[in-house]
């Protein structure tokens, strides 16, 4: 079976997208990363997917004003020209409009730093500390066009520990964000997750229990 192309989506440092270029070096793996783009000129992320030799491009979301299809015109040309297969979204800070989403349904993934579907939305891990709970974590979900609400491929679970600061946890939970993206990729681009009345299938089974992926199981 031919590799799927991929194309990662970012507005910062880029540490998960480099999870999903290292991953993808196996050439048992079943994902390419063809293009890296970002809306933002100045993401740390370029960078290193340049220094990989992936191709880069920007769609700068500000040139377009307050003309969001404009942007998601040029965000599609862009992956059309590379006959993009799957997006993956990390750490990409633009909300998409439905009717981008609609063309890309069940080939386009998120990763977001809670343990869904709790703390939706941003500065997820000092929620996480405010609201006292015992385990934190990540989630990787189709994109659908509510915001962090998509069917659920994996999750990875830590533990919070007693006076965790908001970086400590962050960056334990990033350790987890790492290992569930370029897992959760494979799968899809090996066709195995189905997505069935709202909720993913991987081989036909319930997705995992977000503790059996715990990175610090202490
Ligand atoms: C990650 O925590 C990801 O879950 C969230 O944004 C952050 C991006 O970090 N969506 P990076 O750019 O992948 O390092």
Redesign the pocket.
Known sequence: MSRKRVAVL?????????ALIEAAKDKNYPAEIVQVVSNRPDAG?LLIAHASGIATEIVDHTTFGKDRAAFERALQETLEKQHIDLVC????MRLLTAAFIKNWQWRII????ALLPAFKGLDTHKRALESGVERHG?TVHFVVPEMDSGPIILQGAVSVHPGDSEEAL?AR??KT?HRIYPLSLKLVAEGRVKVVDGRCLIDGLPVPDSESLMSDPT
């Open positions: 970012i507005s910062g440092r880029g540490s998960n997208m480099a992320g979204l990390a750490g990409f998120n990763i977001h730093p990540a962050a939970v990033l964000e």
